[in-house]
C-alpha cells in the first residue's frame, strides 16, 4: 500500500523559508505513470494547489506562488520536497504532499502537516 | 486559469436526502475533473474522477456527470458518514485548481 508522509518544521517565522519532504513508501517515485504535488489548505478555507514535479525534474508551479516556490525530487530517497521563501501569515496552512496521476485525479495522499507562520 | 466555482457553498440535509452539488468550469474542460470528500482533520479522498468515474471502493450512493463547462456530484441516498466538505478540480490544464467547495451539514 502506497504511503506518503510530510516531514518538517511546524512553525516558520515571518520572512524565513518553509522547508518540507514527503517520503513515499510502499512504491518508487520514479514510477512513470505519476506526479508527485504539493496542495495547502488554509485553516477554515479551500485547497490551493501549489506545484507538481515528475521524477525527470520537470515542474510546474500555481503562478501566484511561483516566485517563492520550489519543487525539487531526490529518488535516491524516494522523497520530494517543498521549499517556500519569503513566508507570511498567509501561508499558515496544512500542507499535503500527494500522488497525481496525470490529467486525472490525486489518488494517494499524505496525512498533512500544519505550518504555522508567526514570530 | 481556469475557475471552478462550485455551489451550493453550503448545504443543510437530512439522512436519506438526495444531494446534487455543481461545479461550473470558467472555460471547457472537456471531463478532465475530480471530486473528493474531506472530513475534518482529514486529508482529501478521491470520490471520481474522469467526471463519472467512481474510484474503486467508494459507494454506488455517489454518482458524478458532466463534461465540458458544467458538472454534478450526485449523492443518491445520504448517508451518516457522507456530511463533510466536498470539492471538484480540474486537471486539464496548469494550474490546476479546486473549487471553493461545498459543506454538507445534517438538518
Known amino acids: 500500500q502506497l504511503q506518503l508522509q510530510e516531514s518538517g518544521p511546524g512553525l516558520v517565522k515571518p520572512s524565513e523559508t518553509l522547508s518540507l519532504t514527503c517520503t513515499v513508501s510502499g512504491g518508487s517515485i520514479r514510477s512513470s505513470s505519476y506526479y508527485w504535488g504539493w496542495i495547502r489548505q488554509p485553516p477554515g478555507k479551500g485547497l490551493e494547489w501549489i506545484a507538481t514535479i515528475y521524477h525527470s525534474g520537470s515542474t510546474y508551479y500555481n503562478p501566484s506562488l511561483k516566485s517563492r516556490v520550489t519543487i525539487s525530487v531526490d529518488t535516491s530517497k524516494n522523497q520530494f520536497s517543498l521549499k517556500l521563501n519569503s513566508v507570511t501569515a498567509a501561508d499558515t496552512a496544512v500542507y499535503y504532499c500527494a500522488r497525481l496521476i496525470s490529467g486525472s485525479y490525486y489518488d494517494y495522499w499524505g496525512q498533512g502537516t500544519l505550518v504555522t507562520v508567526s514570530s | 486559469d481556469i475557475q471552478l466555482t462550485q455551489s451550493p457553498s453550503f448545504l443543510s440535509a437530512s439522512v436519506g436526502d438526495r444531494v446534487t452539488i455543481t461545479c461550473r468550469a470558467s472555460q471547457g474542460i472537456n471531463s478532465y475533473l475530480a471530486w473528493y470528500q474531506q472530513k475534518p482533520g482529514k486529508a482529501p479522498k478521491l470520490l471520481v474522477y474522469a467526471a463519472s468515474t467512481l474510484q474503486s471502493g467508494v459507494p454506488s450512493t455517489f454518482s458524478g456527470s458532466g463534461s465540458g463547462t458544467e458538472f454534478t456530484l450526485t449523492i443518491s441516498s445520504l448517508q451518516p458518514e457522507d456530511f463533510a466538505a466536498y470539492y471538484c478540480?480540474?486537471?486539464?490544464?496548469?494550474?490546476?485548481?479546486f473549487g471553493g467547495g461545498t459543506k454538507v451539514e445534517i438538518k
Open positions: 478540480q480540474q486537471l486539464y490544464s496548469y494550474p490546476l485548481t
